[in-house]
């Protein structure tokens, strides 16, 4: 459990300096540290989105604190995402 959450700890806080009220995007939100990611960053008042492969671990991800979650493997769901957050993001 040390591993994935400090991992994601220190991505998010200590290198890109993320602020509650903000939004973030887990690339892979079903995995060990995806998770970790996602329950860390709900805890600290971040939106979460994230992305998952299958419907179990997206199910897991949305009980840890996504606000919302993508299936990677259906075809447009880079576009739910942009709708999801009006816009921001990459284009």
């Known amino acids: ?3 994935p959450h400090g991992t ?7 290198r890109a300096g993320a602020k509650p009220a903000e939004t ?3 690339h892979g939100a079903t995995g060990g540290v995806g998770l ?3 329950a860390d960053r709900h805890a600290a008042g971040l939106t979460v989105y994230g992305t998952g492969g299958t ?4 199910e897991i991800a949305l009980a840890n604190g996504a606000t919302a979650m993508f299936n990677h493997k259906e075809p447009g ?3 739910k995402i942009m709708q999801a957050t009006g816009g921001r ?3």
Do not use: E, N, Q, S
């Not at 419907?55 to 997206?58: F, Y």
């Open 1 to 3: 459990m040390g591993v």
């Open 77 to 79: 769901y880079l576009d």
């Open 24 to 26: 973030v995007l887990v």
């Open 8 to 14: 994601a700890f220190r991505a998010l806080f200590h």
């Open 55 to 58: 419907d179990r671990g997206i």
């Open 89 to 91: 993001g990459w284009t």
């Open 36 to 38: 970790a990611a996602v």
